[in-house]
């Protein structure tokens, strides 16, 4: 098993600003991922967190606006950029040992643009 | 893509066997089903996964017919810590990360 950390737990940001959330697993996984959930309704996959390469982002999500960086197996960030009101969301952070199996997740990160 | 459809909410005692059955027809040869609870303010944990017919852990029971459209959910003997929301993956062991389609999820309600 894996345990997910993220930082910060919540946050209140400015239209226009940028938020930077940490992911830090506690053992080396193949697979990190990143996901947006608003309150009340499923997750939905921002992108896949390579580990020394770009991110592999799903279909309405691009690098300009969530940049992600994975410089090792165990850690991860995702910046959401240029923000409003509209990225209010819960960000989750997860990790998997391989494609497609078993994924564990953060406590997620609440965020609320003003 | 296999997308999954769910029941939004149900109600159970405690005591009682739950199933909850997601539907997911457009699911491919790859595709696994995975199945998760989630807390309020928590993130998804993971229950039972599964490929066909049915698999059992210490928590749960996981029915996939032969066709593989959809796929149910057992919860034996349910207890009020059991009221959650519970969520289908369709997902590719292939790494194909554009098929890990969480279903609608599932309010499960337990009362004493």
């Known amino acids: 098993s894996a345990v997910i950390s993220q930082k910060p737990s919540r946050d209140i940001c400015q239209r226009g600003t940028s938020l930077t959330i940490q992911c830090q697993v506690d053992?080396?996984?193949?697979?990190m991922f990143w996901y947006r959930q608003q309150p009340g309704q499923s997750l939905t996959l921002i992108a896949t967190a390579n580990q020394g390469s770009e991110a592999t982002y799903e279909s309405g999500f691009v690098i300009d606006k969530f940049p992600i960086s994975r410089p090792n197996l165990t850690f991860s960030t995702l910046t959401v950029s240029n923000l409003s009101p509209e990225d209010s969301s819960i960000y989750l952070c997860s990790a998997a040992l391989r494609a497609g199996h078993e994924q564990y997740f953060g406590p997620g990160t609440r965020l609320t643009v003003t | 893509l296999a997308k999954t459809t769910q029941p939004i909410s149900m109600d159970s005692y405690e005591g009682q066997e739950v199933n909850i059955t997601c539907s997911h027809n457009n699911i491919a040869t790859n595709d696994y089903i995975t199945w998760y609870q989630q807390f309020p303010s928590q993130g998804p944990r993971f229950i039972i996964q599964g490929y066909k017919t049915k698999v059992t852990n210490e928590v749960a029971s996981l029915f996939i017919p032969a066709d593989r459209k959809s796929s149910t959910l057992s919860l034996p003997r349910v207890s009020l810590s059991d009221t959650a929301v519970y969520y289908c993956l369709v997902g590719d062991r292939g790494g194909a990360t554009n098929k890990l389609i969480f279903g609608t999820g599932t309010l499960l309600a337990v009362q004493p």
């Open positions: 053992s080396q996984v193949t697979m």
